[in-house]
């Protein structure tokens, strides 16, 4: 298959035969893709002997260390060993076989995981993964890695502002009524931009994975192991279970009427993860956080899409692995959720904005 992989591609899964034992077989499976500009970054199956496992290329980029699309954090999370000491009992980081660099790229394998059982998950187990991903965020850090994300929802809502107006004037055709629909929210946020981070304040940060939803998370029988590191940093608490509830529905992971099930009971074991780690805070002030959190992150994903143009449907079911209609779907459960909730949320006429 390497005649038909990019340069950067070949390159890397070169450099990843060299580093284990048995090599790299020659059917290598390109499954996934993302980025451009700043970041971009391919997942592939493959074998070395008769292991299966997973390479995973981020290719490199000219920007300081704590920016949002790090080519160097996910490389840098496995191989210091700051991450595995730090992770809560419950939580674990995918077996990691191999790291190395190319000219262009990080290079990871990883053991092949299973993932097969996403669409089966219940309510408890997602109420289970956001206590422990809690007890992770809430944990103090004296000795913060010089490889993590800073700003992430900082950035976020940069590059979200930024786009805005041009997704307001020209929306693709197939998500245009729903830009329609969430206009008020895209107006009052370039209105006053800061205000979410104001909002924000209100909780303390703290160490986060940042894109911790179905597919990045593995159920090994009792440990749950996390992948995709590539934006973990710090972040206001909350960004883990706000990420767990949207992405999964973008991604078309939850039943959309279970979308509002899958909130509540995220945010409930969020809130018990938070209490587990001996943090006070306040249960209604979290919520408010993840939930304006999930605004944004909705925000941005609008905006994200619309840059497929004409190829929105099917770019965006090629990714997600469901029909568009279905996506949809989802993503009409996620406005009946929390558009009512964007208005109070990004209003300075409320109280204490």
Same mark, same amino acid.
């Given at each position: 298959? @390497? ?30 893709? @993302?980025?451009?500009? /700043? ?7 493959? $074998? ?6 997973? &390479?995973?290329?981020? $290719? ?45 790229? =990080?290079?990871? &394998?990883?053991?092949? *995981? ?16 956001? $206590?422990?991903?809690?007890?992770? @965020? ?9 490889? =993590?994300?800073?700003?992430?929802? %900082?950035?976020?809502?940069?590059? /979200? ?11 693709? &055709?197939?998500?245009? %009524? ?45 440990? *749950?192991?996390?992948?995709?590191? =590539? ?26 009427? $279970? ?14 993860? &938070? ?14 956080? *993840? ?19 004409? %190829? ?6 090629? *990714? ?9 779907? %989802?993503?009409? =459960?996620? /406005? ?18």
């Amino acid at each position: 298959m @390497s005649g038909d992989l990019d340069g950067w591609i070949v390159d890397g899964l070169a450099a990843a035969a060299a580093e284990l034992p048995g090599g790299l077989a020659d059917d290598v499976e390109q499954i996934h893709g @993302s980025g451009g500009g /700043t970041f971009s970054s391919t997942v592939l199956r493959a $074998r070395s002997g008769d292991r299966p496992v997973v &390479v995973k290329l981020v $290719r490199r980029n000219d920007v300081p260390a704590d920016h949002l699309f790090s080519w160097r954090r996910e490389l840098d999370a496995h191989r210091t060993g700051w991450l595995a000491d730090r992770l809560p009992e419950g939580l674990a980081l995918a077996p990691c076989l191999a790291t190395t660099t190319t000219d262009e790229a =990080a290079v990871l &394998v990883l053991d092949r *995981i299973d993932f097969d059982d996403v669409g089966a998950r219940t309510e408890d187990w997602y109420h289970e993964f956001a $206590r422990r991903l809690a007890r992770l @965020s809430a944990t103090p850090v004296d000795d913060p890695p010089d490889w =993590a994300s800073h700003h992430f929802i %900082e950035e976020e809502l940069r590059l /979200t502002v930024e786009a805005a107006p041009g997704l307001m004037r020209s929306p693709a &055709v197939a998500i245009a %009524e729903m830009v329609s629909i969430w206009s008020p929210a895209y107006e009052a946020l370039l209105a006053a931009p800061d205000l979410p981070l104001r909002r924000l304040a209100a909780v303390p940060v703290g160490f986060q994975h940042l894109d911790a939803f179905s597919r990045n998370a593995a159920d090994l029988g009792g440990p *749950i192991a996390l992948i995709d590191w =590539a934006y973990a940093g710090f972040a206001p608490l909350g960004a883990d279970a706000a990420a767990m509830v949207v992405i999964n529905a973008l991604y078309g992971d939850a039943e959309p009427a $279970r979308v509002p099930e899958l909130r509540h009971a995220v945010v409930d074991g969020y809130l018990a993860g &938070v209490r587990d780690s001996g943090v006070t805070l306040d249960a209604d002030v979290l919520a408010e956080a *993840i939930d304006t959190l999930c605004v944004l992150r909705w925000l941005r994903f609008l905006t994200q899409v619309n840059e497929a143009g004409p %190829e929105i449907s099917g770019v965006a079911s090629s *990714i997600a692995g469901h029909a568009f209609e279905h996506l949809v779907r %989802e993503w009409e =459960a996620l /406005t009946a959720l929390f558009l009512p909730r964007s208005e109070e949320l990004l209003s300075e006429r409320r109280g204490g904005g």
